[in-house]
């Protein structure tokens, strides 16, 4: 989506190895949102942030760090990539949840093999 | 779990026919909201409606939200083959403070045969 990007689009990584997915956004909103998708499970949220430096966990965060260190860019790493986060990772952006909805990047598919 | 379910899981219907779809949650909410995902791409927002309002449209599209049985439904007027894909509502729940994150239902996918 316009405004939005994530990067990379695709990945294969090894067991153990840590994996950054970035989020990247040129419409200067405050929340920011880490989702996967899998199937049978819809979108569960890993992590948020509400601004620079500020992050919180989401329902399925174990094994899951992020980083917000400017305005438009929001990391997220796996610290030692297992088979289970095998998916597809969404980041989403609002500006005010309680007027707008989210605007989703295109997602980024991993394996971990 | 907070999430909504969406019902029914998969429908298929011909072009030009009305699609309806369902989501029910369980606790209250500020807003619920109604996103289309097309195979291999991102969710795209569709429409929002605050948890006092009733009714909204936008375009062919009709969101109903019913508070007391917690419930919404998505329809579709004179579905088009371009609307197939998977809908999903998510939901903004009271005390969430916004802040935290929508939760979402597990989707239905639509499928217009022409």
């Known amino acids: 989506d316009a405004g939005i990007t994530q990067s990379p689009r695709h990945k294969v990584t090894e067991t153990g190895t840590p994996v950054t997915l970035r989020c990247h956004q040129t419409?200067?909103?405050?929340?920011m949102y880490w989702y996967r998708q899998d199937p049978g499970h819809g979108l569960r949220l890993i992590h948020y942030?509400?601004?620079?430096?500020?992050?919180d966990k989401g329902e399925v965060s174990d094994g899951y760090s992020v980083s917000r260190s400017k305005t438009e860019d929001f990391l997220l790493t796996l610290e030692s990539a297992t088979s289970s986060q095998t998916s597809v990772y969404f980041c989403?952006?609002?500006?005010?949840?309680?007027?707008?909805?989210?605007?989703f990047g295109s997602g980024t598919r991993l394996t971990v093999v | 779990s907070q999430q909504g379910e969406e019902d029914p899981q998969a429908l298929s219907i011909q072009e030009g026919e009305n699609a309806t779809m369902n989501c029910s949650y369980k606790?209250?909410?500020?807003?619920l909201q109604w996103y289309r995902q097309n195979s291999g791409r991102g969710l795209v927002h569709l429409i929002l409606?605050?948890?006092?309002?009733r009714e909204k449209h936008s375009g062919r599209l009709r969101v109903t939200l019913d508070t007391s049985k917690k419930s919404s439904s998505l329809l579709i007027t004179a579905s088009r083959a371009a609307d197939t894909a998977s809908y999903f509502c998510?939901?903004?729940?009271?005390?969430?403070?916004?802040?935290?994150?929508?939760?979402f239902g597990k989707g239905t996918h639509l499928i217009i045969q022409p």
């Open positions: 989403a952006i609002s500006e005010s949840i309680l007027r707008d909805g989210y605007t």
């Open positions: 419409e200067n909103h405050r929340y």
């Open positions: 942030s509400y601004g620079v430096k500020d992050t």
């Open positions: 606790t209250s909410i500020n807003n």
């Open positions: 409606i605050r948890s006092n309002e």
């Open positions: 998510a939901t903004d729940f009271t005390g969430g403070g916004g802040a935290d994150g929508l939760t």
